[in-house]
């Protein structure tokens, strides 16, 4: 099959989980690692790359939310984080991937229509509680 014809099939799967609700949900997730590893190697790399796009995006979120919060805390406001990660970790689409596969794990029968950031959210508070 051509190339093209697959990567924008992928893209236009990939559009098409995220249009409905302006986010990704967990099954529309799972859809789409299942069919990236499905592919060959070339066409996998692309189709990663547009998920890694994606998931980059919510760690993204995550860190400009936190910075205005505690710029909100430092003007009077109250603020409390919901996780406290070590300053060290690299909030990345790897990051949010494996507080997504992790969740999903914990909860195999979860909602599958969940939206995939409030999942990793909910991961981050598990995994990295602050005390």
């Known amino acids: 099959m051509n190339?093209?014809?697959?990567?924008?099939?992928l893209l236009a799967?990939?559009?098409s989980t995220v249009s409905?609700?302006?986010a990704m949900t967990l099954g529309n997730y799972l859809i789409m690692k299942q069919r990236?590893?499905?592919?060959p190697p070339e066409q996998a790399k692309h189709s990663r790359q547009v998920l890694d796009t994606y998931l980059e995006g919510i760690a993204d979120g995550d860190v400009a939310v936190d910075s205005i919060k505690q710029y909100q805390?430092?003007?009077g406001g109250d603020y409390q984080p919901y996780s406290c990660a070590p300053a060290a970790l690299p909030f990345d689409s790897k990051l949010v991937e494996k507080m997504?596969?992790?969740?999903?794990?914990a909860n195999p029968d979860a909602d599958?229509?969940?939206n995939v950031a409030i999942l990793y959210v909910s991961q981050m508070a598990k995994?990295?509680?602050c005390k």
């Open 13 to 15: 799967a990939f559009a």
């Open 100 to 105: 997504i596969d992790a969740f999903n794990a």
């Open 36 to 39: 990236i590893a499905s592919l």
């Open 20 to 22: 409905v609700s302006n």
């Open 127 to 129: 995994t990295y509680p």
């Open 73 to 75: 805390q430092k003007k």
């Open 112 to 114: 599958k229509t969940v």
């Open 3 to 9: 190339k093209l014809l697959i990567h924008s099939f």
